[in-house]
């Protein structure tokens, strides 16, 4: 069984920054990738941002030099800072890692979700 334990979201006016933990446990054997995605109501869940063990990054055009993604191997954790919030950001957040497990299997989890909203 594997786990993504997701912290950080909430509520911040525009202009604001927050920043997002994840941290995974379980049954791994190796983690490949991590990364964030997001969905609006009515919309489709979305690549923000995903970083390699090796530490290549992958961002959405809308997100390009405001956030900045992160990772720590040693606690299977990924970071997502957040920094001048728009409206537009408003979102559920979502953890993501894509890895191998003890039989080499390729898998992928996601975690719960967290709110983030941003207000005008």
């Known amino acids: 069984q594997v786990q993504l334990v997701e912290s950080g979201g909430g509520l911040v006016q525009a202009g604001g920054s927050l920043r997002l933990s994840c941290a995974a446990s379980g049954n791994i054997f190796r983690i490949n990738a991590m990364g964030w995605y997001r969905q609006a109501p009515g919309k489709q869940r979305d690549l923000v941002a995903d970083?390699?063990?090796?530490?290549?990054?992958n961002y959405a055009d809308s997100v390009k030099g405001r956030f900045t993604i992160s990772n720590d191997n040693a606690k299977n954790t990924v970071y997502l800072q957040m920094s001048s919030l728009k409206p537009e950001d408003t979102a559920v957040y979502y953890c993501?890692?894509?890895?191998?497990?003890?039989?080499?299997?390729?898998?992928?989890?996601w975690g719960q979700g967290t709110q983030v909203t941003v207000s005008s």
């Open positions: 993501n890692a894509r890895g191998q497990n003890w039989r080499l299997k390729y898998e992928n989890y």
């Open positions: 970083i390699t063990s090796g530490g290549s990054t």
